[in-house]
C-alpha cells in the first residue's frame, strides 16, 4: 500500500509504504481429507475467519473449540475435559502411530535413492513427497515448540 501526499503542482509523491504482515493461514488453506467431518471443518473455518476479521479473543476461544473438536473425534469419552482428552489421545496409539509413520516413510525414501532396487524408480513425485515430509517432520521438532513456547508465553497467566 503506497500513501500519497499531493505537492504544490498538484502531483503525487510517495511519502511512504506500508507492508502488512500476512498470516500462514492466508496463504495455504488446509487441505482437508473429502471425509473430514463437516461439523469440525466448520468450527476450523470459524476459527481462522474470527482471526482473518481481527476478533482476537474469538480466534483463540474458537481455535480451542477446534482443537476440542478434534480430539473428540479420536475419543470415545465426549463427557471428558479438554485437558483430560488431550492427555488421553496423546498418551495413545492414534496420536503416536502418524508421526512413526512419517518417520519410517522418510527412511524408507532414503533407502530408495540410497540403494539401487530393479521394482522402485525414484522420480520427481517421489522426491517432492520426500521433501515435504520431511518438512513436515522439521517444523514439528524444531518450529513447533518454539511457536508453542511463544503462545505459552502470550497467553499463560502469571
Given at each position: ?8 503542482k498538484s ?105 539401487f532396487d530393479?521394482?522402485i524408480e ?37
Amino acid at each position: 500500500m503506497i500513501f500519497d501526499k499531493q505537492d504544490g503542482k498538484s502531483t503525487k509523491i510517495p511519502t511512504g509504504l506500508a507492508v502488512l504482515p500476512s498470516s500462514p493461514i492466508d496463504k495455504t488453506p488446509l487441505d482437508l481429507p473429502d471425509d473430514f467431518p463437516v461439523r469440525l471443518r466448520k468450527a476450523i473455518m470459524e476459527a481462522e475467519s474470527t482471526f482473518k476479521s481481527g476478533h482476537f479473543s474469538s480466534a483463540l476461544m474458537n481455535g480451542g473449540r477446534a482443537l476440542e473438536g478434534l480430539f473428540k473425534t479420536f475419543s470415545n469419552n465426549n463427557d471428558a475435559t479438554l485437558a483430560k482428552l488431550i492427555d488421553e489421545v496423546c498418551g495413545s496409539e492414534t496420536a503416536t502411530l502418524p508421526l512413526r509413520s512419517l518417520a519410517h516413510a522418510i527412511r524408507e525414501g532414503r533407502n530408495a535413492g540410497a540403494h539401487f532396487d530393479e521394482s522402485i524408480e525414484p522420480d520427481a513425485e517421489s522426491a517432492a513427497l520426500m521433501i515435504e515430509l520431511l518438512h513436515y517432520i522439521i517444523g514439528y521438532f524444531v518450529i513447533l515448540p518454539k511457536k508453542i513456547s511463544k503462545l505459552e508465553k502470550k497467553v499463560k497467566r502469571t
